[in-house]
């Protein structure tokens, strides 16, 4: 099969499973309602719904990515979709709430198999200085899902119940999986501009899967979600505060572990890199200030301005078209401008737009609510595209599986960190009346992550090591060869 064939078949999979995570995710909050009322359950356990399904996925992410590296992404990524859709049916077909409960944690076993594929198998068969427009497609459909994805599930559940909410996801996984199973095995031819993906999987499917470390990863990450998830509710009482106690310990022996390991599931030259840990970060500030600032706004509009659900949606679709726009313009801007440059004005704008969302009161007019959304869409689809592009870049194509667990850790993680300042910052007033403090945290968050961002590499540079290249050259004592990207070859990255 020829290369442009490939990577737009690879770029089909990818689309259509992130679109199905997206979808699933923002439809299933408008069905909780009819789904409570339909199995006689409680709040608590329809929450554990959510909750189990986020905690799940965040603990597995890393490792799921380090499983792609390992054996395959595209195979991954195939279980990971089969599992979805199969846990989808089995939801649409639960008898009791209980089974919700559990074949949502399954799905997000699934999930995690899925996701950080959607970039491993880009980053496959797509040359290295090529990414970002793949990238910024991606970015740009889990945008559109995402706003489309209430509107849908709002129709469904009227109509036809919360269970075909579930039944939604089957179409765009019957076309992931047919689009993956389409892409053939082995690497990708290698020649000028191509990806270079065979030394670099071999040298990653060689190598183990250190379970310690990743089995100390889960428990770290599952405590630090399931802290932050119950903070809005419970405050800083003993449980969040036990529970954020014991990340913390995990995570110190995991640094202790990952240290000592001859083959650690975070390479500490992938975590030290420029082109890993900063982008990391600056995504991790983004999703919280968004979020932490767009939990307290719904509240604004339903209860103080007193629209409904759906004006409210409507409300908010300037933030959605917003992000598409800027997610499909950031390669050019990054190309013409630089990435730091890119990031850096999107980190702005999304500060911007918080304070902007802090001033807003009972008499704001619908310019001003569409402007702060749009404000926000707009930052945050430049910064999501251009960092995503950058990490994942940054990465070798062995590790390219990790880059994405990590991504996506951090996306997961991040809004549960948003809405938990937002939160602490409201204290004991209700969130539609505590707008102002919570968005203005949420811009102290931006500002926080608008300075980190100036670490970011200013362009894609012809020369220099990446991440991936200095793992593998620690690893295979290839000092000499490391020092240096060469166009084709792993880790390589080229002028934009």
Known sequence: MRPQHRRGLALTASITGAVLVAVDGTALTVARPALQHDLHASVAAVQWASTGYLVTVAALLVFAGRLGDRYGHRQVFTLGVAGFAASSLGIALAPG?????????????????????????????????????????????????????????????????????????????????????????????????????????????????????????????????????????????????????????????????????????????????????????????????LQGALFPAVYYLQDVLGLDPLQSALRAVPLAAAMILAATGSPWLAKRHGERAVVLSGMALVTAGALLTAGLGPDSGTVAIGGCFALLGTGFGAVMATATAVLVRGASAGRAGVAGGLQQTVLNIGPALGIALATTAAGRTDPGAALAPAALAMAAVAGAGTLLAARLPGRAAATGRTAGQAGQAGQAGQAGQAGQAVPGRPGSVGRP
């Open 97 to 289: 709430i209980g089974w919700v409960v559990a074949l949502r944690v399954l799905q997000g076993m699934a999930g995690a198999l899925l996701q950080p594929a959607t970039l491993g198998m880009l980053r496959a068969v797509w040359p290295a200085d090529r990414l970002s427009g793949p990238i910024a497609i991606r970015t740009a459909a889990i945008g559109l899902a995402a706003a489309a994805g209430p509107l849908v599930g709002g129709a469904l559940t009227a109509h036809f119940g919360w269970r075909s909410v579930f039944v939604l996801g089957l179409l765009p996984a019957a076309a992931a999986l047919l689009a993956a199973l389409a892409v053939p095995t082995g690497p990708v031819p290698t020649g000028p501009g191509s990806s270079g993906t065979g030394r670099a999987e071999a040298g990653a499917r060689g190598s183990g899967l250190d379970l310690p470390g990743a089995a100390l990863l889960a428990l770290a990450l599952a405590c630090l979600v399931q802290s932050l998830v119950a903070l809005p509710e419970a405050g800083w009482s003993a449980g969040p505060l036990l529970g954020l106690a014991a990340a913390g310990g995990l995570a110190l022996v995991l640094v202790r572990h990952e240290r000592r390991t001859a083959d650690p599931l975070l390479p500490p030259a992938l975590l030290r890199s420029a082109a890993v840990a900063p982008p990391l970060v600056v995504l991790l500030a983004a999703s919280a200030a």
